[in-house]
C-alpha cells in the first residue's frame, strides 16, 4: 500500500494497551522498528512481543521530562534512529467543575499535552540530525470540536494538542519533520471499556455508523501520516468517529 517503512524506527507512547498497542502493531507490520512506551515495563515488553523481534518495550512516564530523554536514548541504542513518534499516552478521568481540584488539572494536562511538548523535544535531536522525522500525536473530538460532563480538563488539553501540534509543524517543516494529529472518536479499548455499558450504550446510539471504533481504524491513520507518501501533509487533523461529529 504504502513505500517499504522497512528498518526505521518508531516510537509509541502508551503501548501498551488500546490505541497505543494498535499502533504499535500496525507500524510493526508495516515493517517499522517499535519501541513500546508505557510505565510499565512488563506491559510495554508483553506487547512488543506480540509486535516481533523489532520491537522492544520501554518504562517511561511521559510526564517526565528525563525520562522522555531515557526513551529517545533508548531507541536510538537499540535501533539506530528515530523516525517516527507517535505520541498517544492519554488518560480520560472524569471529574465535573466545582469537584475537580487543581492537581486533578494539572494531572491531565501533564499527562495529555505536555508529554506532546517532552516527547516531541526528546526525538527531535535524532530527526533533526537525519533531516526526517515524522510526528503523530492522538488527540480527540472531545475538546477540539465537543465537550462532554466531566472532561474539562481533557478536553483542553487535547485542544492543546493541535495548538501545539500547527507551531510544531512550521518550526520543523525546514527538516522534513511532519506533524499531524488523529482525533479518535470512542474507540473501543480498555480506557473507553473503564467508562462503563450505559456511556457505551449512549456514544453507540449517536454514531451515524452504529458502532464503536477500533484501535486499527486509528492505527491506519498514523500509519498514512508515517508513510512517505504523507511527506507533503503537516499540521493537519484526521475525525475518525464513525461520523459522530457530522450533525443529523
Ligand atoms: P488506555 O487507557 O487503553 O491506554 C492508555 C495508555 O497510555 C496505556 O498504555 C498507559 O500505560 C499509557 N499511559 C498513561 N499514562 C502514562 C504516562 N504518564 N506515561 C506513559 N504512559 C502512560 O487508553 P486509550 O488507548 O483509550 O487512549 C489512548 C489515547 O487515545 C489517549 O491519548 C486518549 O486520550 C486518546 N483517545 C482515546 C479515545 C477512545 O475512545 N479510546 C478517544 C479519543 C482519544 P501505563 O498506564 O502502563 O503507563
Redesign the pocket.
Known amino acids: 500500500m504504502f513505500t517499504s517503512l522497512s528498518g526505521r524506527t518508531a516510537i509509541v507512547?502508551?503501548?501498551?494497551?488500546?490505541?497505543?498497542?494498535?499502533i504499535a502493531k500496525r507500524f510493526g507490520a508495516a515493517g517499522l522498528n517499535v519501541l513500546v512506551?508505557?510505565?510499565?515495563l512488563d506491559?510495554?515488553s508483553a506487547?512488543a512481543a506480540e509486535v516481533g523481534p523489532h520491537a522492544a518495550g520501554f518504562?517511561?512516564?511521559?510526564?517526565?521530562e528525563a525520562?522522555c530523554a531515557a526513551m529517545a536514548a533508548a531507541a536510538i541504542d537499540r535501533f539506530g534512529s528515530i523516525d517516527v513518534l507517535a505520541a498517544?499516552?492519554?488518560?480520560?478521568p472524569a471529574a465535573r467543575l466545582g469537584e475537580m481540584t487543581g492537581a486533578d488539572f494539572d494531572h491531565v494536562i501533564?499527562?495529555?499535552l505536555k508529554?506532546s511538548f517532552l516527547t516531541v523535544s526528546a526525538c527531535l535531536p535524532a530527526m533533526k540530525a537525519q533531516g526526517q522525522g515524522r510526528i503523530v500525536l492522538?488527540?480527540?473530538?472531545?475538546g477540539p470540536i465537543t465537550g462532554y460532563p466531566g472532561w474539562s480538563h481533557?478536553g483542553a488539553?487535547?485542544a492543546g494538542q493541535l495548538g501545539f501540534m500547527r507551531t510544531a509543524a512550521i518550526e520543523l517543516a525546514p527538516w522534513n519533520i511532519t506533524v499531524n494529529a488523529?482525533?479518535?472518536?470512542?474507540?473501543?479499548?480498555?480506557?473507553?471499556?473503564?467508562l462503563g455499558a450505559d456511556y457505551l450504550a449512549k456514544m453507540t446510539a449517536s454514531i451515524p455508523m452504529k458502532r464503536?471504533?477500533s484501535?486499527d481504524d486509528?492505527a491506519n491513520a498514523a500509519l498514512y501520516f508515517a508513510s512517505d507518501e504523507a511527506g507533503y501533509v503537516t499540521g493537519q487533523q484526521l475525525v475518525i468517529d464513525g461520523g459522530q461529529v457530522l450533525p443529523e
Not at 503501548?15 to 498497542?21: P, T, V
Not at 492522538?138 to 472531545?142: E, L, V, Y
Not at 488523529?182 to 473503564?194: H, Y
Open positions: 507512547t502508551g503501548g501498551s494497551r488500546g490505541i497505543g498497542k494498535g512506551v508505557s510505565r510499565s506491559e510495554a506487547v518504562a517511561a512516564d511521559v510526564t517526565n525520562a498517544n499516552a492519554g488518560i480520560f501533564s499527562t495529555n508529554s492522538t488527540s480527540s473530538i472531545t481533557y488539553s487535547k488523529v482525533m479518535p472518536g470512542n474507540i473501543m479499548t480498555e480506557g473507553l471499556d473503564g464503536l471504533g484501535v486509528i
